[in-house]
Nanobody, 128 residues
Framework: QVQLVESGGELVQAGGSLRLSCIAS????????MGWFRQGPGKGREFVAA????????SIANSVKGRFTISIDDAKNTVYLQMNSLKPEDTAVYYC?????????????????????WGQGTQVTVSS
């Protein structure tokens, strides 16, 4: 069974930076892609960024493009979300997710039902 554990969320001032981490333990050959989603207060779950495990393809939401970057350290089984120039509207619980090979083929990165495993989430709060 795959487990995903996020960390790195905290309170930060607007304009600041954070790096979220997600460690995948018990990684199986069924995981080919990793993604980040977020859910703000009173909002639905929103796609943020995703990448294939190889890092060769992926996607990033327009709302964070140019500010956020997703990357993978294969040796550490860890996916990162580097967040720069944070805004109060980035306040949310951030979730890490893992998807199968079919997700890489379909490139339906923003579809949360395409992901098979989810972490428990980490809170990011951006103060103005």
């Amino acid at each position: 069974q795959v487990q995903l554990v996020e960390s790195g969320g905290e309170l930060v001032q607007a304009g600041g930076s954070l790096r979220l981490s997600c460690i995948a333990s018990g990684r199986s050959s069924s995981i080919y892609a990793m993604g980040w989603f977020r859910q703000g207060p009173g909002k639905g779950r929103e796609f943020v960024a995703a990448t294939s495990w190889s890092g060769s393809i992926g996607s990033i939401a327009n709302s964070v493009k140019g500010r956020f970057t997703i990357s993978i350290d294969d040796a550490k089984n860890t996916v990162y979300l580097q967040m720069n120039s944070l805004k109060p509207e980035d306040t949310a619980v951030y979730y890490c997710a893992a998807g199968p090979q079919s997700l890489v083929y379909s490139s339906r990165w923003s579809r949360f039902d395409e992901y098979r495993y989810w972490g428990q989430g980490t809170q990011v709060t951006v103060s103005s």
